[in-house]
């Protein structure tokens, strides 16, 4: 028996995808491990914790502002368009990148006193170098997701996070200290390497890049834009909590908390996995397509809630020894944070999908809307929970927008296309079947 094309497809997108998304989180474990146990304070890693995130926050905006209008147009255009889009896709890459550097270049100072962290300065400074290499990275990660050539994207990231470790191993190994500052370097040598590996695969198809007139630049612009204020929401919901504990308690903390949140990302990859599939796959269709985005949204939130929901349960009962084996017993107060957490990371396997099917089927502008709505929300309860409660408060915080954006998003589904997540838990329930059924066809197409 063989396999059908489009499950051989998806199948291998979702095994290439999944290998891509768990390198990033154990490397980022192994390399956390290294740090809390070997190289760095609690205070430290607290400065390293605030460094992510605003390293996170301008890949969010790079990737907001083109990433989906990359993948929407080079999915929907012709082959003779195609080389506008991608060279669209890299002036916008360049000027966002030097925009993003600027800000962050003049905002330094006012940053680093809002957050209590003087440490965080040079660092900031440094991480120029890693915004100028995530530009050639980002535009062939773009270009392989794509076409969902998660293969060649899964070796481009070993090679970026393994020489970030590599870097960081040598001088502990030859007894030296790590700086916070080397940190930095270490992680923009590993952008940079990916690039080239990235290069390296995609080299006979540079040449397919053309000077795009200006329709097509703002073509992307004006798609992305709503996508990269949804991003902007996202990330302002998810990491309002580390500024403001920052701000109202200690960097030591915010140690504790980059802990948990590290566990909490491993469980969110199929979320993401599933989202970074769904969207190319959806990428043709339109609002006036109910019943295939009906399907869509309730088989994909099912699939990541079958994965996501035993892993949940597993690291809410084994918290405390999930943050000793990651960390030590210095962050074992985090294990509250980290449970509740595993509660929210349930209601997040249907923000993450709906998210990206409006996005997909041309609906930007409704999910910033939301997800901004619930941004501010959850910047308001943090204030008032983390002032009362401490850490738990972040937490609690983050739990209660997350149900209140779930109620209003699923009635949204539900009136536009009838949605129905009851739907979803039988599409949860039959997933490892079928699973199974497509593995066996694998393993046995030649039989």
Partial sequence: ??????????????????????????????????????????????????????????????????????????????????????????????????????????????????????????????????????????HFEWLMLSQLNLKHLFWTYVVRQSVTLLLLLVPLVLGQQVSLNALVIYYAAGILSGALVAYFFYRHRSAHLAVPPRAWLLRLFHFGKYAFGTNMSNLVMRSTDSFVVSNLLTTAIVAQQGIALRIFNMVDIPSQLIGDILFPKTAHLSAQDKGHVKFYFEKSSGAVLAVVLPLALVVFLLAEWTIWLLAGTQYLNAAPYLRCMMLASIVLCFLKQYGTITDAIGRPRTNFLVTTGMAVVNVGLCFFWVSRFGLIGAAYSFIITSLLAFAITQHLLWREFGVNVFNSLRYAAGFYPQMGKLVQQKLFSHA
């Fill in 1 to 138: 028996m063989s396999t059908p094309p489009h499950d051989h497809t998806v199948l291998k997108a979702v095994f290439y995808g999944g290998l891509q998304r768990a390198t990033v989180i154990i490397f980022g474990m192994l390399t956390t491990m290294v740090l809390a146990h070997w190289a760095v304070t609690p205070h430290q890693m607290g400065i390293w914790s605030l460094y992510l995130i605003v390293a996170a926050f301008v890949e969010i905006v790079r990737h907001g502002l083109v990433k989906n209008s990359v993948i929407k147009y080079l999915n929907t255009s012709t082959a003779a368009e195609r080389p506008f889009v991608l060279g669209a896709s890299l002036v916008l890459n360049i000027l966002i990148t030097l925009a993003v550097a600027a800000v962050i270049f003049f905002c330094t100072p006012l940053l680093v006193r809002v957050l209590k962290a003087p440490e965080l300065r040079p660092m900031l400074y440094w991480n120029n170098l890693a915004l100028l290499s995530l530009i050639p990275f980002s």
